[in-house]
């Protein structure tokens, strides 16, 4: 089992669709949660943090269920702009800065 | 958010050579330093984690003697592709740290296409 899994997608949705990405994670020991967002060719950034009492930032909202050991990454009125891999990561074993990255889901947003 | 460059951002080079990437933290000193590759598709997968003035630690398979890596200074390190063979071409991305996963940050990363 990979440690930090996602659907791969591509999500084609058309600008101002709601679309929802999932992702869970195997270490139940992680305490750091994120969701980074990389553009073809680019290297990662950072999009939010995810916190267990849930965060919103603007279009974005950031879920996480410990006991599940799920994250989901909500984005409301896409944008062209939106269009990028979104990239789950976690904190892995054998360091609180080692970062475990999914493979990231491809959102594609369509005029 | 913290600058990072890395250079070179691309390189083309002939299978058996050695190709060294730099990897700069302009504006903060990197107390740790992460070094990070990913191929087409995949997700980004930690190499090796260097301390400034120690040895790298190297994750599990990956070869300490093929993936060299420096950091001599709290600004800079370096990761040496030695004889480098086409199933090391990827994508190389460091990532200075030290302040926690937060403050996290990624070089632009290099694209390496061995021939």
């Known amino acids: 089992r990979k440690e930090v899994e996602q659907d791969p997608g591509p999500f084609n949705v058309p600008e101002g669709a709601t679309v929802a990405f999932n992702c869970t994670y195997s270490?139940?020991?992680?305490?750091?949660f994120f969701w980074y967002r990389q553009d073809c060719r680019k290297e990662p950034k950072l999009l939010m943090s995810v916190y267990s009492s849930g965060n919103e930032d603007g279009r974005f909202t950031a879920q996480l269920n410990r006991a599940s050991q799920y994250i989901s990454l909500l984005i409301r009125d896409s944008k062209l702009s939106d269009s990028a891999t979104y990239l789950c990561?976690?904190?892995?074993?054998?360091?609180?800065?080692?970062?475990?990255f999914g493979a990231g889901t491809r959102l594609a947003v369509h005029p | 958010g913290a600058v990072v460059s890395q250079h070179p951002s691309w390189v083309i080079c002939k299978s058996g050579t050695s190709v060294k990437i730099e990897c700069r933290s302009l504006?903060?000193?990197?107390?740790?330093m992460f070094w990070y590759r990913q191929f087409p598709k995949q997700s980004l997968m930690l190499m090796a984690t260097?301390?400034?003035?120690?040895?790298?630690?190297?994750e599990q398979g990956v070869e300490k003697d093929k993936f060299l890596i420096n950091h001599a200074s709290l600004t800079l390190s370096t990761l040496t592709v030695t004889s480098a063979h086409p199933e090391d071409s990827s994508f190389y991305i460091c990532?200075?740290?030290?302040?926690?996963?937060?403050?996290?940050?990624f070089g632009p990363g290099t694209r390496l296409l061995v021939l």
């Open positions: 990532s200075p740290g030290g302040g926690g996963p937060e403050t996290q940050y």
């Open positions: 990561v976690v904190n892995g074993p054998g360091g609180y800065n080692k970062l475990i």
């Open positions: 270490n139940s020991a992680s305490q750091s």
């Open positions: 260097s301390n400034e003035g120690s040895k790298a630690t190297y």
């Open positions: 504006d903060f000193q990197a107390t740790t």
